[in-house]
């Protein structure tokens, strides 16, 4: 199993910035996938940002050249750094961690709680 432990989210006025943290624990694959979900009332859980075990990245539309995901392999971190932050991107953003299990041949999905990230003025 895998636990992912989330950190960095709060209050920003627009315009600001945040950065978001997650570490992975547990039984961790070499080969996976890291990212970072949203939701925002009344709203689908979209993906915002994600990133394989080689660098390969993907964004959202909404953020690309806003926001930033990277890693810390030796910690099995990813972090989501956030500029230029806007009213829209107001919603609970959640990790997730994947890798494939051979042994019982399905992809396993893990979640973080979540952590609120507001913009407001």
């Known amino acids: 199993q895998v636990q992912l432990v989330e950190s960095g989210g709060g209050l920003v006025q627009p315009g600001g910035s945040l950065r978001l943290s997650c570490a992975a624990s547990?039984?961790?694959?070499?080969?996976?996938?890291m990212g970072w979900y949203r939701q925002a009332p009344g709203k689908q859980r979209e993906l915002v940002a994600r990133?394989?075990?080689?660098?390969?990245?993907n964004y959202a539309g909404s953020v690309k050249g806003r926001f930033t995901i990277s890693r810390a392999s030796a910690k099995n971190t990813v972090t989501l750094q956030m500029n230029s932050l806007m009213p829209e991107d107001t919603a609970v953003y959640y990790c997730?961690?994947?890798?494939?299990?051979?042994?019982?041949?399905?992809?396993?999905?893990?979640w973080g709680q979540g952590t609120q990230v507001t913009v407001s003025s």
């Open positions: 990133i394989t075990n080689t660098g390969s990245t």
């Open positions: 997730n961690y994947n890798h494939w299990d051979d042994r019982s041949r399905a992809t396993r999905d893990f």
């Open positions: 547990g039984s961790i694959f070499s080969i996976n996938v």
